[in-house]
């Protein structure tokens, strides 16, 4: 499906929105401002294709950690973003109880993660399962580190799925990293998409550095997914450009050698090439979106640095669904 | 009002909560045509159907997982675990994800759902058909915790219980399934989750029990009356929250405290409930506080004679209780 | 491969052997006897074909509840195994403190294997794990229903193993039912074997009435585990023909006429056939083998009645090592 | 001797152990060449290679489980868990095989191995990297658990756990990884995993905690000496096996009671001590004994004025000595 000049800018203005916001990030680590951040530099273009193809605020996601390109594509705003860096008042994800990253936002459907990976997986097949029985069409995209696949929870979640059809995307994104352990000693498949002949569903490996390429191969699945034809496994392959996290260091267990030479294949380089190749943009559009962009990040971190911290206090709710508060 | 089984006060139960609302689903191995191996749910899958009644794959961590899925979207799952000695698996939907859901999102996302299953031992059930393995999971903030010993309790907890817009684990006696009958009325009625119940007036002792430990607690305290030695039976039956109030009042009353459970000894439930009496009865103390539990060995064992050891019992309780009035 | 008349008639008794005394203990359970039983009944090819693939008391398998047949060509003997059936002293398995068919024959290397269904399999992975450490040419098997398979934990240890290349034997035993539930509602494919191919090692299924050629293909892939080339997934597929233990109503879930129309793919029946056909063995000597079996059936069964039960003080121990006695 | 930080003396555990005993080995998630995110493993991947250093899928179900078969073939596996929040996926494989298995098999199989944890909050981690996990495992007969406090115990009681033919459960309070430092010999020594450790001797009060909070419990007694109270504080180092010997005499000289633990109260590892205590010290109680734990929401949530509310520190013990010295 040949896409819109609209929306090809749009796409790519959400990978930079989320870029620029990600890079800040590190500085704000850097300047001691922060005490974590865990990066999705490298991933844009999958959670941007993948966003796209969902109805946002309709469609329902369980995603992950990485995930800040999709979360800000379904609505979660820079400031907010940064609230939850800073630990502050405000953090729509967690009201500042879990680390930054672990994303949240009930008013688009985006269901809260823990760390523990792929308990999302599990929680997806029960949202498609609720689809199914309500006889809506609505489906559910869940996104995970092709590391995490190794978890028998994962497996158990996307079985759920096949044997039940039910209308989920199951999105890997492949970085070729586990903190430091490689695919090879994850899995004996050479994508984590191979692994949906065993569990009796379709599964496709996408090159995740292409936006155009996810949104179609996900959109497809969107189709399939909401009118009945079950679920899919998608990998999407990309380079995790970054360390696993500001608490790793990731020279221990990779060459800097190849991490420059993975960095040829930034999915923000490629895009403006493309659109600047078939003319969608012009440089000067893209020196305009980007200074928009810095322009919206300094601001969110303004505002972040200006917010309160939680009070002591609110750390003693809510347990129990009678404790919530709001406000 | 008609005198049922505790088993079928389970399956009224669920059965009047399906028709009230058709969010209420059960998922578990063996549910459907099956009915359960202990026919708990036999019945409803020929009333409900296929798409209520889910037969689900051999596999607990995702009965639980797929429940919190289908909570987190607004159905009522009741999640049956086949044996409580295999919610293992589940450990860490539950702990991890269900238990730490609405204060890790700040109370924007809920898990309303009831996981239902059978402990306890003295069926020759072994090694693992016969644990008891509440103290798992009273150590769990944002899980609530239930044990009824009465059908009409039976019926009204799980009623409660799946009313409540929290996760709640519900413990059933198997041994008593059958064994204990009472009185239930036909009509709509809860129990509410939180107040333990006096289940018989005293004056010497303070015997505290939850399940079939309650059920011969009550025969106990009719033989020690004979003895002219009166026990306060307390029926524990919500474990969490703890009804720290009619606890000690009743100390405070007789002075004297026995906790029975047939789980093991260390680390068990009835550890709490003396460190509670421990605290805040320390003045109302006539004796040490005592428990009578289970032995520190892994669990019940098969052979008739080993399962005997293990088993607490009438007599055992009977024995304990004079013991201690007599201190 | 073409085997002896030797080997055939020698699996043939194996086979014999497993089902008379099998049947005993359904009529030892009818007579109030034993308290439960849990049957091999239709799946006595596949076990005995792969018993025979293996190098006894070299190499290793973790069984399950199923395995009477394979437990007895690796040297289990009837005396034993009535003894655990009726929970009775020198029960070699767990010394009467787990249930019946809870194998376990260290000095065959048999492992003792729990009730909760897939933990088997990943102990399976750690075997294989340190014979290839060890530089060692021993290999192991391990067996599972199909319904098992759902477990997470089943996947993740195929997956260790066909990750580190281990030599491990995955035996599926899909006899069309788990309990109740039927294999479309485990899983979306239309083998265990084919889980393989998602997982990257070789998957195959095999008819697991015919003896010999589950000895073959199971041959093969021992061949291939010893001699570095990696694990084997391997489906039996067989009929359950008797209820899924001596709890179970198997009426309440399936057709007497299914069964019955089943009964006559019974491997039993089959091989007797064929080793007729072959001329393997006459009439005569099938009657006597029969006879044989019987008696020593009958024998085993005295020995049983007559042993001592465990005393109750032997419930207490072992929980650590240091606890350990011997005699 | 020299002075050593706690992850370094735990390293030189592990070093030691794996030069002395070729059939010891390190299996976890990022223990190779990264050598651990806290890098207790730093070096033992180029010292030993991928053979014995082995970087396991992402999956905690089958590190532990694979570590069990392994160590049924007789090998002793160090399994390291990298956050302690993430031992729930392996509790099925920890509590109904690891720890039943000498009993089960009446002796004949044994699991000699260790789970590394790091646990405990304090540092920034939020709900899913601050957790304190021991009450989960100090229910299970079979599984000793051990948390060292100072460097010099660390190390002799991480080699009594590797030499150890049980299961252990070690659990390093990792806020205390570079933080507490001690002297270490540098030679071979083990410290007896059973007796508790009077690191104070007092005569006012009984002070008893592990890990973290033993460190700022004798804090506390140094600020309480200046006071004039003087408090015997206990480091209860082996959880399980309880040493209530130690624990009771101190409670016999002093009368009063505290236990302190950064876990949730409710049906934390304190209530386990504290009914011993009111059961067998009831006439040596001169006060209610008390318990000073982590306050029971979910789990340590991450923006720090939040953190600081859950937390134990030095002056929250000081206080609630003090108050209980003065009763
Ligand atoms: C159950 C569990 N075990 C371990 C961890 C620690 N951990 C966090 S991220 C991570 C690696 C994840 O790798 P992958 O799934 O490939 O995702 P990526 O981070 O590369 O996007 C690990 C081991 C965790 N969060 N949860
Ligand atoms: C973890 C766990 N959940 C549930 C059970 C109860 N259970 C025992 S056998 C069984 C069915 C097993 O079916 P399958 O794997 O096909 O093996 P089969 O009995 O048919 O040989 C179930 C549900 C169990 N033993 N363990
Ligand atoms: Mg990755
Ligand atoms: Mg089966």
Redesign the pocket.
């Known amino acids: 499906m040949e896409l819109s000049s609209e929306l090809k800018k749009e796409m790519y203005w959400m990978m930079l929105l989320s870029r620029r916001l990600d890079e800040r990030a590190w500085v704000l680590h850097r300047q001691g401002k922060i005490a974590f951040h865990i990066s999705g530099i490298g991933h844009e273009a999958a959670q941007v294709g993948a966003a796209f193809a969902l109805k946002k605020g309709f469609d329902w996601v369980t995603p992950y950690y990485r995930d800040l390109a999709l979360m800000l594509c379904l609505g979660l705003t820079p400031r907010e973003f940064v609230l939850s860096l800073m630990g502050k008042s405000g953090d729509p994800s967690s009201g500042a109880r879990q680390m930054p990253s672990h994303f949240s936002l009930r008013r688009v459907n985006a269901v809260s993660h823990s760390a523990p990976v792929a308990t999302q997986t599990v929680h997806a097949a029960g949202i498609g399962l609720a689809i199914k029985m309500k006889k809506e069409d609505k489906v559910v995209l869940t996104t995970i580190g092709e590391g995490s696949t190794s978890q028998g929870e994962w497996y158990e979640g996307v079985n759920w799925a096949a044997v039940h059809q039910l209308p989920v995307i199951f999105l890997v994104q492949n970085n070729q990293y586990a903190i430091s352990v490689p695919p090879e000693l994850q899995m004996a498949v050479k994508s984590s998409a191979d692994k949906a002949c065993g569990l009796g569903l379709p599964g496709i490996t996408v090159d995740g550095t292409d936006v155009f390429e996810v949104f179609d191969i996900v959109s497809s699945a969107v189709e399939r997914a909401r009118t009945g034809g079950g679920p899919t496994l998608i990998e999407a392959r990309m380079y995790r450009i970054t360390p696993h996290s500001s608490d790793d260091d990731d020279r221990t267990y990779r060459s800097r050698e190849e991490v420059e030479e993975n960095k040829k294949k930034d999915p923000i380089i490629l895009i403006r090439q493309k659109l600047l190749d078939t003319l969608v943009v012009s440089e000067k559009e893209l020196q305009e979106m980007d200074s928009n962009a810095k322009e919206i990040v300094t601001e969110a971190v303004k505002f972040g640095e200006e917010a309160p911290y939680p009070s002591f206090e609110e750390a003693s709710y809510p347990v129990f669904v009678e404790d919530v508060r709001n406000g | 009002m008609v005198e049922k089984t505790l088993v079928d006060a389970i399956r009224d139960a669920m059965d009047e909560e399906m028709q009230r609302d058709e969010n209420v689903f059960i998922v578990g191995?063996?549910v459907g045509q099956r009915g359960g191996v202990f026919r708990a749910t036999v019945g409803l899958f020929d009333k409900y159907g296929s798409n209520r009644v889910i037969d689900s794959p051999?596999a607990?961590l995702s009965i639980v997982g797929v429940g919190i899925g289908a909570a987190l979207y607004g159905l009522k799952p009741v999640c049956e675990i086949?044996?409580a000695d295999?919610i293992f698996?589940a450990f860490n939907q539950i702990i991890s994800e269900a238990t730490k859901m609405v204060y890790r999102s700040n109370g924007e996302w809920t898990v309303p759902m009831v996981i239902r299953a059978p402990y306890g031992g003295g069926i020759g059930g072994g090694l693992y058909h016969s644990q008891s393995i509440e103290a798992y999971f009273t150590h769990a903030p944002g899980l609530k915790v239930v044990v009824p010993s009465t059908p009409y309790d039976a019926k009204g907890l799980l009623k409660a219980a799946i009313r409540d817009p929290n996760p709640v684990l519900f413990l059933e006696p198997k041994k008593g399934y059958r064994l204990i009958k009472g009185e239930v009325p036909e009509d709509d009625y809860c129990v509410p989750i939180g107040p333990a119940n006096i289940s018989q007036q005293g004056t010497d002792i303070s015997l505290f029990a939850y399940g079939m430990m309650h059920y011969y607690a009550l025969q106990s305290a009719q033989k020690l009356a004979s003895e002219g030695i009166s026990v306060e039976v307390i029926d524990l039956r919500t474990l969490i929250p703890i009804d720290k109030e009619t606890i000690l009042n009743s100390v405070k009353k007789t002075g004297k405290a026995l906790i029975v459970h047939e789980d093991n000894l260390t680390g068990g439930y009835g550890g709490e409930i003396a460190a509670i009496i421990a605290e805040h009865a320390f003045t109302d103390l006539d004796a040490p506080v005592r428990r009578l539990a289970g032995p520190d060995v892994p669990a019940v064992p098969f052979s008739h004679p080993m399962q005997d050891w293990y088993m607490i019992n009438e007599e055992k309780i009977t024995n304990a209780a004079r013991d201690l009035a007599n201190y």
């Open positions: 191995e063996d051999l607990e086949q044996f295999f698996p």
